[in-house]
């Protein structure tokens, strides 16, 4: 079931979980911002300030047109019990909040892989420049050297095999 266009558009994110407008999910209810403002304060106890959140002056100037509530899903999904009638359009909102944490946390993998890439494509980058400590010393041997073993050893090896 994927969620509305128009309840997507909607969400924000706000301290780190997605959150819906008080004006959006009373428009979504047919009631009046106030309204919901009215049932928050009147059963301060059900919406814990984790749920239901004012926004701060700081928060505010960052969104056009901000709103004075923040609901996050489960605080709209405690507004059932609350509204009688108006159960099913709460519930249909519950998926535009499963689908954000969704493309959230889809965004998060993304970032974190790009990140990754950037960094082999730096190191690739810098080995590619000679930037790095990589550069073969000029006296540096070739190949498979063992230091503990005499000069000539196998080459004495060698010639006893022919012989």
Known sequence: MSAPV???????????????????????????????????????????????????AEERQKIPDAPVL?????????????????????LALLPAFVEARHVLTSQAELA????????????????????GESEPHVDQPIGFVTEDLPKGLKAKQRTARKG
């Open 112 to 131: 974190a892989r790009v990140t990754a890439l950037e960094q082999k494509l730096e190191v690739v980058l810098k080995a590619m420049q000679g930037d």
């Open 70 to 90: 923040a609901f996050t899903e489960a605080g709209a999904a405690l507004l059932t019990g609350l509204l009688p009638g108006k159960e099913a359009a709460l």
């Open 6 to 56: 128009e309840i997507l558009s909607r969400l924000l994110w706000l301290r780190d979980t997605a959150a819906l407008p008080d004006k959006a999910l009373a428009a979504q209810l047919g009631l009046a911002p106030e309204a919901l403002a009215a049932l928050v304060q009147a059963h301060p106890e059900r919406f814990h300030e984790s749920l239901v959140f004012p926004l701060s």
